[in-house]
């Protein structure tokens, strides 16, 4: 059974850094593209950052030059190193995995597999 289960949220100032983690299990990853998605309270699922199996990377323009996604295949790992954390980046984060091209991820729609997220609170 595929689980993606993310670590690593909690609550920061702004101008802080938070790092999340999500770890996969139940299959290798290794062909699939690994993402990361928000959802604030009274808002739709937005998409944030994601990296191809070739670590080819893609963010959302609000998150671009603030924030970082790595992957690491042999720990079938994947994490996000958010630095100049903002109160609007306050959200639950979900880790997402799905095999379609990297340009493709800003919809949601269709995902493969979901993780259960993590809540990221940046107070003011």
């Known amino acids: 059974q595929v689980q993606l289960v993310e670590s690593g949220g909690g609550l920061v100032q702004a101008g802080g850094s938070l790092r999340l983690s999500c770890a996969a299990s139940?299959?290798?990853?290794?062909?699939?593209?690994m993402g990361w998605f928000r959802q604030a309270p009274g808002k739709e699922r937005e998409f944030v950052s994601a990296?191809?199996?070739?670590?080819?990377?893609y963010y959302a323009d609000s998150v671009k030059g603030r924030f970082a996604i790595s992957r690491d295949n042999a720990k079938n790992t994947m994490y996000l190193q958010m630095n100049s954390l903002k109160p609007e980046d306050t959200a639950i984060y979900y880790c997402?995995?799905?095999?379609?091209?990297?340009?493709?991820?800003?919809?949601?729609?269709?995902?493969?597999?979901w993780g259960k997220g993590t809540l990221v609170t940046v107070s003011s």
């Open positions: 139940g299959r290798t990853f290794s062909n699939y593209g």
């Open positions: 990296i191809s199996r070739g670590s080819f990377t």
């Open positions: 997402a995995v799905d095999q379609r091209p990297l340009t493709t991820w800003a919809e949601s729609a269709g995902i493969d597999y």
